[in-house]
């Protein structure tokens, strides 16, 4: 098992940046592929980005935030983390760190067994 703390989240204006963090327990987070989830009142939650376990570094992302999110890992620091630029309104969400070992890079949720309590991201206009 392992165990997921997001962190990093806040109020930011609208062009402005954040980098969410998370951290997760144990010795083998190399064995789990890592991916980011957000959820926005009133909508289904949906995926962000996701990056592949091992050391390979392939990573996959949403439409939404394609050349805008860079998800990265550091295996040594056990540690996930979503760089996020050029914020908009519509990036306002509870963000979730997830991890699978069932997958190495996956937009699915179900394939996702472990989760992290969520982070509160908010862009003001």
């Known amino acids: 098992q392992v165990q997921l703390v997001e962190s990093g989240g806040g109020l930011v204006q609208a062009g402005g940046s954040l980098r969410l963090s998370c951290t997760a327990s144990?010795?083998?987070?190399?064995?789990?592929?890592m991916g980011w989830f957000r959820q926005a009142p009133g909508k289904e939650r949906e995926f962000v980005a996701a990056?592949?376990?091992?050391?390979?570094?392939?990573?996959n992302y949403a439409r939404s935030v394609q050349g805008r999110f860079t998800i990265s890992r550091d295996n040594a620091k056990n540690t996930l983390y979503l760089q996020m630029n050029s914020l908009k309104p519509e990036d306002t969400a509870v963000y979730y760190c997830?991890?699978?070992?069932?997958?190495?890079?996956?937009?699915?949720?179900?394939?996702?067994?472990?989760w992290g309590q969520g982070t509160q991201v908010t862009v003001s206009s």
């Open positions: 144990g010795r083998t987070f190399t064995s789990y592929g």
């Open positions: 997830a991890a699978s070992n069932r997958a190495p890079v996956t937009t699915t949720e179900y394939e996702y067994p472990y």
């Open positions: 990056i592949s376990w091992g050391t390979s570094g392939f990573t």
